[in-house]
T-cell receptor, first 115, second 114 residues
Framework: AQSVTQPDIHITVSEGASLELRCNYS??????LFWYVQSPGQGLQLLLK??????LVQGIKGFEAEFKRSQSSFNLRKPSVHWSDAAEYFC?????????????FGKGTHLIIQP | SAVISQKPSRDICQRGTSLTIQCQVD?????MFWYRQQPGQSLTLIAT?????????ESGFVIDKFPISRPNLTFSTLTVSNMSPEDSSIYLC???????????FGSGTRLTVV
């Protein structure tokens, strides 16, 4: 069965600094990978997704992620964070049933922005 | 991408009662999913609801506790039955759109059982 590991429970970054959130997955075939953001009291918003092709994917709000098969990783990056980026970030992988199994989520990383 | 309307947005319920959560999508979708997010936790899949067939439940979730209906391609309900304080969570519905659009989520139902 597939799994997702987000090793950092909390990350604190100064406003304007760069950000990298780590995500490692376990999956037997080519994974479909996603990053979602959840602001306090809000639903989940899709930041970006990877299905195939270019391993560097661009998303909304200035985020990007790089798929590295050799490292089983799909890390999320942003060159300069804003206070509004403070939120919970979830990495997810689609199940092996062609989408019939939904998404498996990591435990999330809580991003704190320091002024 | 699809727009999902989920109702109610929040509720406070007495233990032993049941709550039905509705999920309405503005387009026809084959696959709909229900997730639970316990306080401070990640999302866990409860079940997959496909139109015209019985819902498929994940390990640890049973139909008697979480009955699901899927009468058509735009609507689904999840009932949380015989509630206890341990059921206090956010419940979210999600749809899988055509490939490359990914998964869209409703805004969630924040349930508190007292």
């Amino acid at each position: 069965a597939q799994s997702v590991t987000q090793p950092d429970i909390h990350i604190t970054v100064s406003e304007g600094a760069s950000l990298e959130l780590r995500c490692n997955y376990s999956y037997g075939a080519t994974p479909y990978l996603f990053w979602y953001v959840q602001s306090p009291g809000q639903g989940l918003q899709l930041l970006l997704k990877y299905f195939s092709g270019d391993t560097l994917v661009q998303g909304i709000k200035g985020f990007e992620a790089e798929f590295k098969r050799s490292q089983s990783s799909f890390n999320l990056r942003k060159p300069s964070v804003h206070w509004s980026d403070a939120a919970e970030y979830f990495c997810a992988v689609e199940g092996s049933g062609g989408g019939a199994d939904g998404l498996t989520f990591g435990k999330g990383t809580h991003l704190i922005i320091q002024p | 991408s699809a727009v999902i309307s989920q109702k109610p947005s929040r509720d406070i319920c007495q233990r032993g009662t049941s709550l039905t959560i509705q999920c309405q999508v503005d387009s026809q979708v084959t696959m709909m999913f229900w997730y639970r997010q316990q306080p401070g936790q990640s999302l866990t899949l409860i079940a997959t609801a496909n139109q015209g067939s019985e819902a498929t439940y994940e390990s640890g979730f049973v139909i008697d506790k979480f009955p699901i209906s899927r009468p058509n391609l735009t609507f689904s309900t999840l009932t949380v039955s015989n509630m206890s304080p341990e059921d206090s969570s956010i419940y979210l519905c999600s749809v899988r759109e055509r490939l490359y659009y990914g998964y869209t989520f409703g805004s969630g139902t924040r349930l508190t059982v007292v």
